[in-house]
């Protein structure tokens, strides 16, 4: 175990020490590892791939728990109709997209919908990096963008829930995703509303004693244990993960958590990653290569028109559309937790998977580029528009301008005033509600 865990690091860190230099995401490089120590390339592989494939499922508990982590609601809340309306444009159209390029390529309705499903996520970790370091952090956009990654990451786990109870019981039937709908979300207010009534009293209560090591040791335990209870429930454990960290978002030690959880999730995703490639047989690249094209084709253009059109209707400015809707022309990490899933459950082609991971592969190699084509494009757009729709584009810049100013000034209500009026005028016990209340208050408060 002690040699694969040096085989693995060591080609990693070489590898992705490499696309650094290159300017390229070092997610590439870990894929690269993967096939480089994987089965496919010299015949044999060189670290044991059950070793490995442990290890990947441990990372991607962590990648979301860490999301959750990210997971902020008056930050979903801020943005609004931007996030919903743009979220639910871009997952919406390209699912259908994405099922329908299923069915024109002749899979069956279940190869489609996992298809869908893999290509209507974009890469949170990949857009965020690449606008970082394209220097855009301070961009209008990057607040409506991000909170409709939030969303999509949401969105991703229950549809892998969903995924898998269709795929296990092998029918697709309305009236039993319905109610599989219906109990996730009710086992999920369950979840959020014992979890923020209890553990952020906890954590206040045991601050004074802890120090980074018990931190990070209480907050795995208390990750794994909703793991744990998700699995019971019968839904994914990534799904109580990514809860746990949403939970442990509301609390006063939040930040420090997530700063602490950093390494680890790093270290944990960089071998998931490379648990990615070592499932890549070049020679289905090769064998492979004009689907590969069409699905690269179907998530750029598709991303882009999707996402421009979702933020324009939610009320962006066309720039800050455009600029969004040309950061998302990548998939990622929930695109290949997908297809593992439907790898494991045996309910997809075997080509499905390569073809997803080479597609990411290259979408995430382009993303930097065609981001810096967005202001070029929306210039030319706004030149050769036609008057009535100009008018529109200056309008909107112009009210969007001043909302942003009137806002700076008048910014007086919190999270926690919107969850007061909110259950105030519910019928539950005043006991319930103002311990509700004090929570969020004071989390809001320290932060």
Not at 152 to 178: C, N, P, R, W, Y
Request: hydrophobic share 50%.
């Amino acid at each position: 175990m002690v040699q694969d865990l040096y085989i693995l690091m060591i080609t990693a860190g070489v590898v992705s020490l490499l696309f650094k230099l290159m300017k390229q995401p070092v997610v590439l490089g870990y894929i690269v590892a993967g096939v480089l120590v994987g089965p496919y390339l010299f015949g044999k592989t060189l670290v044991s791939a059950e070793n490995v494939e442990a290890w990947g499922n441990i990372g991607v508990l962590f990648v979301l728990f860490c999301i959750g982590l990210e997971f902020r609601i008056k930050n979903l809340l801020s943005s609004g109709k931007v996030a919903a309306i743009g979220a639910l444009t871009i997952i919406g159209g390209m699912m259908l997209l994405g099922f329908g390029v299923g069915r024109w390529a002749e899979l069956d309705t279940m190869n489609s919908l996992f298809l869908a499903g893999m290509l209507c996520m974009s890469s949170t970790t990949i857009v965020m990096k690449a606008i970082d370091e394209a220097g855009w952090s301070k961009e209008r956009f990057v607040k409506g963008a991000t909170s409709i990654l939030i969303i999509e990451d949401v969105v991703a786990v229950v549809l892998m829930v969903l995924l898998s109870s269709i795929a296990i019981k092998h029918q697709f039937e309305g009236t039993e995703l319905l109610r599989k709908i219906g109990i996730l979300a009710l086992t999920l207010v369950v979840w959020f509303v014992c979890g923020i009534l209890i553990i952020p009293t906890l954590i206040r209560k045991v601050k004074p004693y802890l120090n980074d090591e018990t931190l990070i040791i209480l907050s795995l335990g208390l990750c794994l244990g909703m793991v744990l209870t998700a699995e019971e429930a019968g839904f994914s454990g990534a799904l109580g993960a990514f809860v746990m960290g949403s939970i442990l978002a509301e609390t006063v030690e939040s930040h420090r958590i997530e700063q602490l959880m950093t390494p680890l999730k790093n270290v944990f995703a960089a071998i998931f990653f490379v648990s990615v490639g070592m499932m890549i047989n070049p020679a289905n690249l090769v064998e492979y290569w004009s689907s590969i094209l069409t699905v690269c084709v179907v998530i750029v253009f598709g991303m882009i028109i999707f996402g421009t059109l979702g933020c324009w209707w939610g009320g962006e400015t066309m720039k800050d559309a455009m600029q969004t809707g040309f950061s998302f022309v990548q998939i990622g990490e929930f695109s290949f937790i997908i297809a593992a899933l439907g790898n494991s459950l045996n309910v997809t082609h075997p080509a499905l998977y390569p073809i997803i991971v080479a597609s990411s592969v290259v979408t995430t190699f382009l993303t930097p580029y065609i981001m810096k084509a967005s202001v070029p494009c929306y210039n030319f757009l706004y030149k050769h528009a036609p008057a009535r729709l100009r008018t529109k584009m200056d309008k909107r810049e112009q009210l969007l301008q001043t909302t942003s100013d009137n806002s700076n000034q008048s910014q007086t209500s919190t999270l926690a005033d919107k969850a007061r009026h909110a259950v105030r005028h519910t019928i539950v016990t005043k006991r319930l509600v103002n311990l509700f209340i004090k929570n969020m208050s004071e989390n809001d408060n320290v932060k």
